[in-house]
């Protein structure tokens, strides 16, 4: 960890233009959006209808850099396919600062994944040169390939640790970074291994080590005075392994990306919900990605949110697997006044209830139904 604690004596604070925690209110739902992963140029339409939402997370906008003023031009991404956090994304920097200038809530996040994939190009290249920093523990004879989704790091191999640690540490040394978002944190290298038949004691290895990881990201990011999102969900890892995992965010001040909140119905949607209930317990901030399908109704999925959520808790009502513009839409939901809790969510057996200054929240988890009453 020796050059990753270096790099991290050269900057303590956020550039001044960044303010972090987010400011935060219950005048309404507190949304987000997520302008990314697209290869859309974002012009002042575009970026008038982000701004409307709370909270803009920038991170992970895909595959093209952009410089310019009110309307960014694509231009080719020096050294981003020379780094395995792409420059791409710490390029774009610049159109973090263009959203700023209409919403000052706008963050920038470049985006990591820990597997190979086919989109990021450094982790092909790590793959074909050192195999053996993939989880290999199959009892097939199957050859080792980088594809979409593909292989894992093992982080339970030191010189894997350092290495990662070493190439996240770079977008925090840049100033109009608000940190780093780690997408699927944990659950690459325990889905892997299921896939791949791993022994028990492996499994336990690449937890732990998977684990440390993550608390030595959130650490650096700290002392840095940046921020680490780190994504996962407990339907795709054990529920022991998850409530590590919120612990180590809880004292090492991470945020948590709630991937696919209440994807699913009844009581698997009133799981996410404990889930989300004890992280703001310990003072988590979170970012809720709702996914739906087209023609479904918001009432039980916001219901359930709102039984859960406080202070910078925020929800986005997104499609799933959509990362566009489109993704995203603005519900009739988010023009509603909400105002504060007026206490937790109460329950009867499976239905739950909540009430605000605004709105009352009633949901039955065995029938998969919500209702939310508004008073304005």
Request: aromatic share 14%; net charge negative; charged share 20%.
């Amino acid at each position: 960890m020796k050059a990753a604690a270096v790099l991290c004596m050269a900057h303590t604070a956020f550039s001044a233009a960044i303010t972090w925690p987010p400011e935060f209110t219950y005048d309404t739902v507190p949304n987000w959006a997520f302008p990314g992963r697209t290869n859309q140029m974002l012009n002042s339409s575009m970026l008038d209808y982000y701004s409307k939402f709370q909270l803009i997370d920038v991170s992970g906008v895909n595959l093209t850099c952009y410089e310019g003023n009110v309307n960014p031009v694509a231009v080719t991404c020096p050294g981003g396919k020379d780094d395995f956090v792409g420059n791409q994304e710490i390029m774009q920097t610049k159109e973090a600062t263009e959203f700023r200038k209409i919403k000052s809530q706008s963050y920038i996040f470049p985006y990591v994944y820990f597997g190979c994939s086919q989109a990021w190009h450094q982790s092909g290249k790590i793959f074909d040169e050192r195999p053996q920093w993939w989880v290999n523990e199959t009892t097939t004879e199957q050859p080792l390939t980088c594809k979409s989704f593909g292989y894992a790091f093992d982080f339970t191999i030191p010189d894997v640790q350092q290495f990662f640690l070493n190439e996240v540490v770079k977008p925090f040394l840049v100033d109009d970074t608000a940190g780093v978002f780690f997408d699927a944190v944990l659950m690459v290298p325990f889905t892997r291994c299921l896939q791949q038949n791993c022994t028990e004691e492996f499994i336990s290895k690449i937890r732990t080590a998977s684990l440390d990881v993550m608390r030595s990201t959130c650490r650096m990011a700290t002392q840095m005075g940046k921020i680490a999102i780190m994504s996962f969900n407990s339907r795709h890892i054990p529920q022991p392994y998850y409530d590590q995992a919120i612990t180590i965010l809880a004292e090492e001040k991470g945020m948590h990306y709630y991937e696919f909140f209440c994807a699913w119905q009844g009581l698997d949607c009133l799981s996410n919900v404990f889930d989300m209930m004890r992280a703001v317990s310990l003072g988590i901030p979170i970012q809720a990605h709702v996914p739906f399908s087209p023609g479904e109704d918001i009432q039980f999925k916001l219901g359930s949110f709102l039984l859960a959520m406080g202070n910078h808790t925020y929800f986005s009502w997104g499609k799933a697997d959509d990362w566009t513009l489109g993704g995203f839409p603005w519900v009739p939901e988010y023009d509603k006044k909400l105002g504060n809790p007026l206490g937790p969510a109460q329950n009867q057996s499976n239905i739950w209830w909540r009430h605000f200054e605004h709105a009352s929240v009633r949901v039955d988890f065995e029938k998969s139904e919500g209702n939310i009453t508004w008073s304005q």
